[in-house]
């Protein structure tokens, strides 16, 4: 019994004593502290040059963007300044967003002489067409018939109810896909400076509405059509950048449409 009372104690102590030693052990030096407040601040140093590199690098794509579109726009503004084609001996513009032409060209393609009388009954001619139709009553009903006219393939009417929403409702929710309208109505005219003038716009405007990467893509091909190479092949690659969760058969398209275009 002696010896047990004797051998406990001691196994405390030696318990104690292996316990303070092991504490002692895993306890961090000051030197330890030193060296893990270093790394810290080493990460800190590191992560704040990865921040710096990322808001320059943002601001740079911003600059680029802004670049971009102004020389898109001055490139239209300098197509609009050129001379229009001239038209076809006899011809007349027949779109309905053109002026109302009330002296018709003769055969030969002179104009009438300046008879006061034949203006005024051709003035009273005009009055007794049949008026256009009423303004719809909203923009939902605009835009459907817009859309109807253009799956009919009346690219004048579709693009000019487009525009006729855009303009009374400039503030309604479905602007952005009157533009889409609107630009592709120019597009089937091949009037592709105004079809693309249109696109960016849309793009600039309302670039987080759901059909701006749409309206994007077809920036570029309108300036494929417009023989703008350089510019379309500029748009089709910016289209990655701008729109990286874009749908993936507009991805596809716009691949598709870097290759035809040879960029």
Same mark, same amino acid.
Not at 86 to 115: E, F, H, I, R, Y
Not at 247 to 262: F, T
């Given at each position: ?36 407040? $270093?790394?810290?601040?080493?990460q800190i140093r590191q ?6 590199? !990322?808001?320059?690098?943002?601001? *740079? ?39 109302? +032409? ?6 030969s393609g002179a104009a009438?002489?300046? +008879? ?8 009273? $001619?005009? *009055? ?25 393939? +009346? ?15 400039? *503030? $309604? ?13 120019? #597009? ?10 249109? #696109?960016?716009? !849309? =793009?600039?405007? #309302? ?35 701008? #729109?990286?969760?874009?749908? =993936?058969? !507009? ?13």
């Amino acid at each position: 019994m002696m010896t047990r009372v004797l051998t406990f104690p001691f196994v405390v102590t030696v318990l104690i004593s292996l316990s303070s030693l092991a504490l002692a052990q895993d306890a961090p030096s000051e030197s330890d502290y030193v060296v893990r407040i $270093n790394r810290l601040e080493a990460q800190i140093r590191q992560l704040s040059g990865q921040l710096e590199e !990322l808001q320059f690098a943002n601001k *740079k794509l911003e600059e680029t963007l802004k670049k971009f579109e102004q020389d898109v726009e001055m490139r239209f503004q300098d197509m609009k300044a050129q001379p229009a084609a001239p038209q076809k001996s006899g011809a007349s513009d027949t779109t309905s967003s053109g002026p109302l +032409n009330l002296v018709a060209p003769s055969k030969s393609g002179a104009a009438p002489s300046g +008879n006061s009388g034949t203006l005024a009954a051709q003035a009273a $001619n005009a *009055k007794q067409q049949p008026a256009e139709p009423a303004k719809p009553a909203d923009a939902k009903s605009t835009l459907a018939q817009a859309k109807a006219a253009f799956s009919a393939g +009346n690219f004048d009417e579709s693009g000019r109810l487009a525009r006729e929403l855009i303009q009374s409702y400039p *503030k $309604n929710p479905l602007v952005p896909e009157a533009m889409i309208v609107s630009g592709d109505s120019d #597009y089937r005219l091949k009037r592709f400076p105004e079809s693309a003038q249109t #696109y960016l716009k !849309l =793009a600039q405007t #309302y670039g987080n509405a759901k059909q701006a990467p749409l309206a994007f893509a077809k920036l570029g091909d309108a300036l494929v059509s417009m023989g703008q190479k350089t510019q379309a092949c500029a748009t089709f690659g910016e289209f990655a950048k701008r #729109y990286p969760e874009a749908d =993936a058969a !507009l991805k596809s398209r716009v691949e598709k449409a870097q290759k035809g275009a040879g960029c």
